[in-house]
Each structure stands twice: as structure tokens, then as C-alpha cells.
């Protein structure tokens, strides 16, 4: 038997039987390839959601220790004197990826290697490892690209003590050098492709930041730039924002084997984390070792005068100027502020990221809920994007005739341990096609398809298509806010900020997605089952039912008293948006000036 631990068929040997390591590996557009093939898939380890929260466990312990023991060590390899804050700002959104995505190969791979003892698989060979660039670089590649993760199950096979039942070839030069190993432009490529009027504007917003000294420095993708103006007219301009990207980047720069062997040198405290440390020189971002020091001293100079409050929503992830900014304001004394950007927060059972936000800001500001710890840290804020759905969802209108079906894209391979289906999207496929082919025809030909902006090579369109011949698909720059406009019912497959939007809106709505792979929170069960009860939420294979019965006038059903009580309670607690919200912003920003100030002073 041959184990396929990707989707490049090309690195099969087709003559025997396969054990694909994931149902990523049968890749929608290679159907010609495998569909005749004889094949079994290794069945899911987080098939159960007790799996999904043990994994999630084992990674937050890894990377909570892993930390410790890198502040140590990249600071005495770049000379600093840095606190764990301050590496877990740079690398925890690294760590996030790297240590769920290798702990789900890993487990996968010692679960093929027990079911078919002495199996043969082939590995890249190490030469033709790729180190990436930044952490979204590593995103990107570890999210969807096959040759990457050909090398990670690589590093994997090479190291781990299971595997040694394995039976490996490496696969020849001329093939590797046919894989797809280059990455997609990342935040370092991108600024080499400067143009004159983006220098101009760079030093212009030097020349700003010097003299107006901002006590607020804001991430650039938190608010659109007409709602930004309205919060820096609301704090008196005493805040400002970074330019898009964040800060010039260092070139590549040469790979330094000394540094990265140092990394080899790490404590193991069990099989996972020894493999962890083994593979992780191999792919440890460039941009925290060789080109850490270049990369930094550019960043201050995009910033040169301190903030006191550092606020951001998604810049923690992969701005690398912004992390690089944040972390260093925050050894100084400045106070940092997170803000919701996304519909799992506060309601999923397991959200790493929500733990990670938390971990690294001093105050994180929630689209209306709270209830974390300790208290306090967590502060319900007023968000402008709720106001634009209300508008969007405007008053009663019978005159509107589609259906529109707003769906998710996870990656194909699993990148995080969370609630919601980790490896599992094929049963989300297959629902969405089940609701569309059970719509009564009169139903479907008034059915948009809102697709994610990312396909991930699920091949979606090309999917339903197959399926359900003639489908209407929304283009790809048509907002949500203005397909709801002309909707007569919306369906949401999934838990994530779509539907808040849509529910904010106040348009008849079906939520659809099963609670067996989205688990939600203890606290939050109330809020859910109040929107069940009112028909608003229901499991994907009622829902073409539902649907049908309600779209000849979903409205005499959506204005009810149980649906508007159960969608309001909602909203308050999950989508709140108020018209001074910009005055509610900066309220809260001129509290953490006044907390940092008195931080400050007492140091």
C-alpha cells in the first residue's frame, strides 16, 4: 500500500492500493486522475468535537511553552532584552499555524502509520525545502499549497519515532523541480514593487506622524477610510493610521545556519514537541531571524514617536510592519486594544485566536458580548458595520424575488483547531448541494450563490454547477450588504460574521449549519436556542423544507413576535451598532490613553 499525504498525484505510485492521508488529497479539478483508482481514506481524528477540544489543548500548551523558550533564545541571537509579550506578539500568529497545522499531519500520519505497518510513501527531498518569508507567506503555503505540505508530512516522516514502519523514497530532482514551491506575494515581495507616488506618501505620513505625534496609532484595516475620519474627528485627530502596508520590508536575505541551528537546541518535553523543534529551523519565517534586525529598524522609522494606545482588529495576524510596531510600543508602555472582526468570537467552544487576542491586548473591545477572564478585559463596543446592515435590510419590501445562499470556503488543509468541521468540509459540501437540489425548482431559479473570495481549489462553482445545472452567482464585487437589499429570504450555512450582518439587517432569514460541527459556547446556548425555537436556525437537512415553505411570503413569518424578540436579543448581544458609535470609540480610546498615561508615569 502507498500513503498520499497530498493532493500532487504526480507523487503517487498508482500501482498499488492508496491510503490518502485527508480528503484533501483527492483535489475536485484531478478527478481524471484518481477517480479509478483504488483508494481508502484515513478516517478523521477530530471527527468528535471531545477531539477537537483535547487537540486545541495540546496546542495552546506547546505554544505557551515553546514561547518561553524562544524568548530566551531570539534574544540572545539578536542581542535584545525582550519580554515574552513582546516575541508571543511577533510569533504567536506564526505559532497558531505552524503548531495546529503539524500536530494535525502528525497525528494523521501516526494513525496511517498504525493501520498499514510497513506502507511506502515518498518525501521531498530536503534541498528542495522552501523557507518562507513572513507569516503570511506560511499561512498561504501551509492553507493550500500541496508541495508545502508535501514538505512538512516530509519533515514529519524524517523525525517522528512512528514512522520508522514506514518505507520512504525520495522523490527524483526532476520532479521537484516541476512543483509549484514559490509562494504568493507576501507584505516582503509586495514592497519591492514600490512605485514613486507610494514613496511620496510614505514620507509624507513620516512627516505627519512626527509632527502631529499621535497618542493613537490604528491598525489600517480596522475601518474603512470614510469611518476612520469619523473617529479621528471624534478624538480630536489625536490618533492616526498606518499606510497601506504597514512598513517597507527587508530584502531576502541569505539563510543563516548558525541561528537556525540554535533552534534545534530547544527542550522537548514529549514526541510532538521534540518533532515540533526538529522541523521548526526548516520553517521558522525569515523575517524573525536573518531579516529581523533590517525589518525592524524600518518599521520605526514609519512611527518614530511612541503612541500611548496601539488599536487594531486582523493587523495581529500577518502585518508584519504592525506586529513589529505593536510589540515594541508595548515594551514602552503603551496599551494595546483589539477589536472584533470576526462571527465565531465569543460564541465557538474552542477559538484559539479569540484566546491569542486576549493574550497579547490589555482591553478587547467585542461586538456586544462579554463575559471573559478576567473581567473587564473583555468591553462591548458599538461597531459601524451593523449600522450599514440595518440600511441594507431597509423597511418591508414584497417586491424582492432571490434567495440568497451565502456559503463558507475553510482551506482544504486544516490550519487550526477550532469549533468548527476540522476536516470535515466535504459534509458541508454535500449539505449545500442536498439544500439546492431539494429546493422545489419555482425556489431554485431564484437562488444567488454568494461564493467565499477564496476557493482554496474546492472548485466550487465548477461543484454546484455539476450538480444543479443552471445557479445565478453573485459577482465578485458585489458586497453582501447589497445582495441582502434585493433578497427576499437569505440563507447562511455557517456561524460567521455574514450572518450577524444578515441578522442585524432585519431580513427573513434561515440560519443553516449543524451544531455537531459548530459547537457553541455553554453561555451563549440560550441565544441559539431562542433562535431555534423562533425558526430562524435549523439543522442543513431541514433546511430545504423550511426554505420552501416560507419564500412565498417569508415576512408574515420574520415580523412575528417569537422571531423578532429571539433575533433582537441576538443582535444586542452579538451585533450591535449604534449611530454615535464613532463617539463611543473614542470615548473608549481617550480611557485608554488616560489608563497608559498613568501606566507611564508610574514607571
Same mark, same amino acid.
Given at each position: 500500500m502507498f500513503l498520499a499525504t497530498t493532493g500532487l498525484t504526480e507523487c503517487w505510485d498508482t500501482r498499488e492500493e492508496l491510503l490518502l492521508l485527508g480528503p484533501w488529497c483527492l483535489r475536485y479539478d484531478r478527478r481524471a486522475t484518481w477517480d479509478r483508482l483504488r483508494y481508502t481514506i484515513l478516517p478523521n481524528p477530530w471527527e468528535e468535537a471531545t477531539a477537537v477540544r483535547a487537540a486545541a489543548a495540546l496546542c495552546e500548551q506547546t505554544i505557551d511553552t515553546l514561547l518561553e523558550d524562544l524568548t530566551e533564545v531570539l534574544n540572545r541571537l539578536h542581542g535584545t532584552r525582550w519580554s515574552s509579550r513582546y516575541w508571543?506578539?511577533?510569533?504567536?500568529?506564526?505559532?497558531?499555524?505552524?503548531?495546529?497545522?503539524?500536530?494535525?499531519?502528525?497525528?494523521?500520519l501516526e494513525r496511517a502509520c498504525a493501520a498499514s505497518p510497513g506502507m511506502t510513501t515518498s518525501l521531498l527531498p530536503p534541498p528542495a525545502y522552501r523557507r518562507t518569508l513572513d507569516t503570511g507567506d506560511f499561512a498561504r503555503s501551509v492553507s493550500e499549497a500541496d508541495a508545502f505540505n508535501l514538505q512538512l508530512c516530509s519533515q514529519i516522516v524524517r523525525v517522528a519515532p512512528f514512522t520508522s514502519m514506514l518505507r520512504w523514497t525520495e522523490l527524483p530532482?526532476?520532479?521537484?523541480?516541476?512543483?509549484?514551491?514559490? *509562494?504568493?506575494? *507576501?507584505?516582503?515581495?509586495?514592497?519591492?514593487?514600490?512605485?514613486?507616488?507610494?514613496?511620496?506618501?510614505?514620507a509624507a505620513h513620516r512627516q505627519l506622524?512626527?509632527?502631529?505625534?499621535?497618542?493613537?496609532?490604528?491598525?489600517r484595516e480596522l475601518l474603512s477610510c470614510r469611518n476612520l475620519m469619523r473617529v479621528l474627528r471624534a478624538m480630536a485627530f489625536r490618533g492616526g493610521a498606518l499606510p497601506t502596508p504597514a512598513a517597507p520590508v527587508c530584502e531576502k536575505r541569505p539563510i543563516d545556519e548558525r541561528m537556525r541551528d540554535r533552534l534545534r537546541q530547544l527542550p522537548a518535553r514529549d514526541a510532538f514537541s521534540a518533532t515540533l523543534v526538529k522541523t521548526s529551523p526548516d520553517n521558522f519565517p525569515l523575517i524573525f531571524l536573518e531579516g529581523y534586525a533590517a525589518f525592524r529598524e524600518a518599521c520605526l522609522r514609519q512611527w518614530p514617536s511612541p503612541p500611548r494606545v496601539v488599536c487594531a482588529s486582523i493587523s495581529w495576524y500577518l502585518d508584519e510592519g504592525f506586529k513589529?510596531?505593536?510589540?515594541? #510600543? $508595548?515594551?514602552?508602555?503603551?496599551r494595546l486594544v483589539g477589536i472584533q472582526h470576526g462571527g465565531g468570537y465569543g460564541t465557538y467552544e474552542v477559538h484559539p485566536f479569540e484566546r491569542f487576542e486576549l493574550s497579547i491586548t490589555d482591553r478587547w473591545c467585542s #461586538? %456586544?458580548?462579554? %463575559?471573559?477572564?478576567?473581567?473587564?478585559?473583555?468591553?462591548?463596543?458599538?461597531?459601524?458595520? #451593523?449600522?450599514?446592515?440595518?440600511? =441594507?435590510? %431597509?423597511?418591508?419590501?414584497?417586491? $424582492?424575488? =432571490?434567495?440568497?445562499?451565502?456559503?463558507t470556503s475553510p482551506p482544504r488543509y486544516p490550519v487550526r483547531f477550532n469549533s468548527t468541521p476540522v476536516g470535515q468540509f466535504d459534509t458541508v459540501l454535500a449539505g449545500r448541494i442536498h439544500l439546492l437540489q431539494r429546493l422545489p425548482p =419555482?425556489?431554485?431559479?431564484?437562488?444567488?450563490?454568494?461564493?467565499?473570495?477564496?476557493?482554496?481549489?474546492?472548485?466550487?462553482?465548477?461543484?454546484?454547477?455539476?450538480?444543479?445545472?443552471?445557479?445565478? #452567482?453573485?459577482?465578485?464585487?458585489?458586497?453582501?450588504?447589497?445582495?441582502?437589499?434585493? !433578497? $427576499?429570504l437569505v440563507i447562511?450555512?455557517?456561524?460567521?460574521?455574514?450572518?450577524?450582518? +444578515?441578522?442585524?439587517?432585519? +431580513?427573513?432569514?434561515?440560519?443553516?449549519?449543524?451544531?455537531?460541527?459548530?459547537?457553541?459556547?455553554?453561555?451563549?446556548?440560550?441565544?441559539?436556542?431562542?433562535?431555534?425555537?423562533? %425558526?430562524?436556525?435549523?439543522?442543513?437537512?431541514? !433546511?430545504?423544507?423550511? +426554505?420552501?415553505?416560507?419564500?412565498?411570503?417569508?415576512? =408574515?413569518?420574520?415580523?412575528t413576535t417569537e422571531v423578532q424578540e429571539a433575533r433582537a436579543r441576538f443582535v444586542e448581544r452579538h451585533a450591535v451598532g449604534r449611530p454615535d458609535w464613532a463617539r463611543c470609540w473614542a470615548a473608549a480610546l481617550a480611557e485608554e490613553i488616560r489608563l497608559s498615561d498613568g501606566v507611564g508615569q508610574a514607571r
Open positions: 508571543r506578539i511577533l510569533l504567536g500568529p506564526w505559532l497558531l499555524y505552524y503548531v495546529h497545522a503539524l500536530y494535525d499531519r502528525y497525528v494523521r530532482v526532476e520532479l521537484t523541480r516541476q512543483l509549484v514551491l514559490t *509562494s504568493e506575494p *507576501s507584505a516582503l515581495d509586495a514592497w519591492r514593487r514600490r512605485s514613486v507616488p507610494r514613496l511620496f506618501a510614505y506622524v512626527r509632527a502631529l505625534c499621535p497618542r493613537v496609532m490604528l491598525g513589529f510596531l505593536a510589540a515594541e #510600543f $508595548r515594551e514602552t508602555g503603551a #461586538f %456586544g458580548w462579554d %463575559g471573559a477572564t478576567p473581567p473587564g478585559r473583555v468591553q462591548p463596543l458599538p461597531h459601524p458595520r #451593523f449600522l450599514r446592515a440595518k440600511a =441594507a435590510g %431597509g423597511p418591508r419590501r414584497r417586491g $424582492r424575488d =432571490a434567495i440568497v445562499l451565502v456559503t =419555482a425556489s431554485r431559479r431564484h437562488v444567488i450563490v454568494r461564493l467565499d473570495w477564496a476557493d482554496y481549489g474546492w472548485c466550487h462553482r465548477q461543484r454546484l454547477l455539476e450538480a444543479c445545472a443552471a445557479l445565478q #452567482f453573485s459577482t465578485a464585487d458585489e458586497s453582501l450588504e447589497a445582495l441582502v437589499a434585493r !433578497a $427576499r447562511v450555512e455557517y456561524p460567521g460574521t455574514a450572518y450577524l450582518d +444578515v441578522l442585524a439587517a432585519n +431580513v427573513p432569514t434561515v440560519l443553516s449549519w449543524s451544531e455537531r460541527y459548530w459547537r457553541i459556547r455553554e453561555a451563549e446556548a440560550p441565544y441559539f436556542t431562542a433562535l431555534r425555537a423562533a %425558526g430562524i436556525w435549523c439543522e442543513p437537512e431541514q !433546511a430545504a423544507e423550511r +426554505v420552501a415553505a416560507l419564500y412565498p411570503d417569508p415576512w =408574515a413569518w420574520w415580523v
